[in-house]
């Protein structure tokens, strides 16, 4: 089974600062790759995803995602946090078989400050 | 845009009470799925359904749970006998072809 490994329950940035959320999975096949956001009160949106080609995938919101095979991450960055980023972040990564489950990590926390 | 949709929202019972929890999946999707999420814990995978049966499923998805498609558009998840242990947040989610699922809002469970 896959293993997803987030670093930081909580993560605190300024406004304006740059956000970066850790993630590094176990599996030594490269998985599908997502990143998902939860705002209080609300469900699941994916954010962005890696499945294949370019290793820099851009999503909503102005985050960006790196896969890395050699560290085997999927690091989720923002070049400037702002005060609606504040929310849970969930990775998430799966086997590249159709229809396979979804293994996620424990989530980070982002807090952002005025 | 097309969104999952699950309702109830907050669904609270008693102990050994049976519960549905309904879900709604995007149009002209063929995956579907169950995941929970216990207050503090991780996102768990619960089971899969393709093509009218169950794909996948976990060890926490045992004999008490259940799921159905029963008219083409609902996806339900039944727990006969509910445990305080089942308290969660209940996650639906649909895939159009099997990699990207996309997230319902969640039912919350709370077993007294």
């Known amino acids: 089974a896959q293993s997803v490994t987030q670093l930081g329950s909580h993560v605190s940035v300024s406004e304006g600062a740059l956000v970066l959320l850790r993630c590094n999975y176990s599996?030594?096949?490269?998985?599908?790759l997502f990143w998902y956001v939860q705002y209080p009160n609300q469900g699941l949106q994916l954010l962005l995803k890696?499945?294949?080609?370019?290793?820099l995938v851009k999503g909503i919101n102005g985050f960006e995602a790196e896969f890395k095979k050699s560290e085997t991450s999927f690091h989720l960055t923002k070049p400037s946090a702002h005060m609606s980023d504040a929310a849970e972040y969930f990775c998430?990564?799966?086997?590249?078989?159709?229809?396979?489950?979804?293994?996620f990590g424990t989530g980070t926390s982002l807090t952002v400050i005025p | 845009e097309p969104e999952v949709t699950q309702t109830p929202s907050h669904q609270v019972t008693q102990m050994g009470q049976e519960v549905i929890l309904r879900c709604v999946p995007i149009?002209?999707?063929?995956?579907f799925y169950w995941y929970r999420q216990i207050l503090g814990q991780k996102v768990e995978f619960l089971v899969s359904?393709?093509?009218?049966?169950?794909?996948?499923k976990s060890e926490i998805f045992d004999d008490q749970f259940s799921v159905e498609r029963p008219d083409g558009s609902n996806f339900t998840l039944k727990i006969r006998s509910t445990k305080l242990e089942d308290s969660a947040m209940y996650f639906c989610?649909?895939?159009?072809?099997?990699?990207?699922?996309?997230f319902g809002p969640g039912t919350r469970l709370t077993v007294l």
């Open positions: 989610a649909s895939s159009p072809q099997g990699s990207t699922q996309y």
């Open positions: 599996s030594s096949v490269p998985p599908y």
């Open positions: 890696y499945t294949t080609g370019a290793t």
């Open positions: 998430a990564v799966s086997e590249r078989n159709t229809g396979n489950q979804f293994y």
């Open positions: 149009s002209n999707h063929l995956y």
């Open positions: 359904f393709y093509n009218n049966e169950i794909s996948e």
